[in-house]
Each structure stands twice: as structure tokens, then as C-alpha cells.
């Protein structure tokens, strides 16, 4: 019996090298993002909303696909296409900032962007400084 656990030990041991080569030549979908962080600076509360592009390209192997874009308030919408990207193929994401829904002060927000992409989550951020301006 110990004969019989020992060769299955050996067995599954063996196989994980072999593994690993197989799916690192079956690389999959990769998203790259141009920059993962947009700087708004100093924003006016009452003022227009405001508007900032992630530019992306699919360095892997099959096509890539955003399943959601989830924010970390009701300040961000996301827009972004939902066709698959081509390997190669680049393709953004539209954030809009909504600055009357926000309080006054600094502000620091992140879009978790999930996709079929080999590392599955990407987190991309937004910050600056919502103020109250004064109106002449």
C-alpha cells in the first residue's frame, strides 16, 4: 500500500513541471493599460462632469473580453465595449466623473476591471480635489 502512495506521490510530482510548460505556451488573453491612474487635479463640485480614457491592448495569445467594470462609488460610470479585442487590437474605457454627487475634499476612487485575461482583475484609479468655487 505504501508502494502504491508513493509511486502516485512520485506520479503527480512528475507531471507538475510538464503542466506549468503547457499552459505558459497557452499564454491566453493579456490586457496592458497605457496608464492605470488618472490625475483630475482640482475639480469644481458644481461644475460639468468630467471625463478620462484608459487606452488598452491585448498582448496575449486569444482575444480579450471585459466582463464588468465595477466603481468604487455612484460618482463613476464606465463605459467600454463589450465585443471581444483581437490579439494585437487596442481598445479603451471611458470613465465619467460625476462631480455633483461627490463631497468636497481629496478623492481617491478605483474601477475594478475583470476580464478573461490571464491575471483575471485589474484595478485602475482615479484622484484629485473636488472644490465648491465661488461664482462672481
Do not use: W
Request: charged share 25%.
Amino acid at each position: 500500500m505504501k508502494f502504491i502512495l508513493a509511486l502516485l506521490l512520485y506520479m503527480l510530482i512528475s507531471m507538475a513541471p510538464t503542466q506549468a510548460i503547457a499552459q505558459s505556451n497557452n499564454e491566453g488573453a493579456r490586457i496592458q493599460f497605457e496608464q492605470q491612474e488618472y490625475d483630475f487635479g482640482v475639480i469644481d463640485r458644481k461644475g460639468k462632469d468630467r471625463e478620462c480614457v484608459f487606452r488598452f491592448k491585448n498582448c496575449g495569445s486569444e482575444p480579450l473580453v471585459i466582463l464588468s467594470a465595477q466603481t468604487s462609488c455612484s460618482c463613476l460610470k464606465v463605459e467600454f465595449s463589450r465585443k471581444p479585442i483581437a490579439v494585437g487590437a487596442t481598445s479603451e474605457l471611458r470613465l465619467k466623473l460625476e462631480s455633483r454627487k461627490m463631497d468636497k475634499g481629496i478623492f481617491h476612487r478605483v474601477v475594478q476591471i475583470v476580464s478573461n485575461s490571464t491575471k483575471g482583475t485589474e484595478i485602475l484609479t482615479i484622484k484629485g480635489r473636488c472644490e465648491e468655487q465661488e461664482t462672481k
